[in-house]
């Protein structure tokens, strides 16, 4: 990590990202603001990327609920965050949600 005028820059970064990404592939429930299944992509500790249904009706700058399974198929974890980006294809829709 390296400083630049007071702010922490991530060394090797080629976009906004503010956290390094796992790839985690995981079905969840799109819960709200419209009931879809999806799967998780990759995740971060301030968000994550879900691949879903190209039909969705979902926008930048919606707040959504994600319901996360348990891995012990205890109480599913449900977790909000903002649509910050929308990727369109004919056959499914990317979706970048921020948790922070």
Do not use: C, Y
């Amino acid at each position: 990590m390296s400083t630049q005028k007071g702010r922490a820059l991530m060394v090797g970064f080629g976009d906004a990202r503010r956290a390094n990404r796992i790839d985690w592939e995981r079905p969840v429930q799109i819960v709200a603001p419209v009931l879809a299944a999806a799967k998780t992509l990759n995740v971060s500790a301030v968000g994550m990327l879900l691949l879903t249904a190209a039909d969705v009706a979902l926008s930048v700058g919606d707040e959504v609920a994600l319901e996360v399974p348990h891995l012990d198929a205890g109480e599913p974890l449900v977790v909000h965050g903002r649509v910050v980006r929308l990727e369109r294809a004919p056959d499914f829709l990317r979706v970048a949600v921020d948790f922070s």
